[in-house]
Nanobody
Framework: QVQLVESGGGLVQTGGSLTLSCAAS????????MAWFRQAPGKQRDLVAA???????NYADSVKGRFSISRDNAQNTVYLQMNSLKPEDTAVYYC??????????????WGQGTQVTVSS
């Protein structure tokens, strides 16, 4: 059974930083495009960032220049470094393998996510 386990969320002040991790198991991780999504209360789940197996990345306009996605194929883990956090970044963050850099076609069931709360 595929497992996607997100961690690293928490409460941080505006302008602070967090690094999220997503450990994947039972997927062809090194060949997969991996992505981070987020979902705020009452809103749909949106793409934050994606990274191909070769390291090409794509970011939502709202996080460009502040967030950085990376991956460790040896550890089957994808990371999201988040800097200069804003209250509007508050959401539950999820990872998944996706069909393309646009985040279309999430391929697996969602994990539990990790809560990020940015206080003003």
């Amino acid at each position: 059974q595929v497992q996607l386990v997100e961690s690293g969320g928490g409460l941080v002040q505006t302008g602070g930083s967090l690094t999220l991790s997503c450990a994947a198991s039972r997927i062809a991780f090194r060949f997969s495009t991996m992505a981070w999504f987020r979902q705020a209360p009452g809103k749909q789940r949106d793409l934050v960032a994606a990274i191909t197996s070769g390291g090409v990345s794509n970011y939502a306009d709202s996080v460009k220049g502040r967030f950085s996605i990376s991956r460790d194929n040896a550890q089957n883990t994808v990371y999201l470094q988040m800097n200069s956090l804003k209250p509007e970044d508050t959401a539950v963050y999820y990872c998944n393998a996706v069909g393309d850099l646009g985040g279309r076609m999430p391929l697996h069931s969602w994990g539990q996510g990790t809560q990020v709360t940015v206080s003003s």
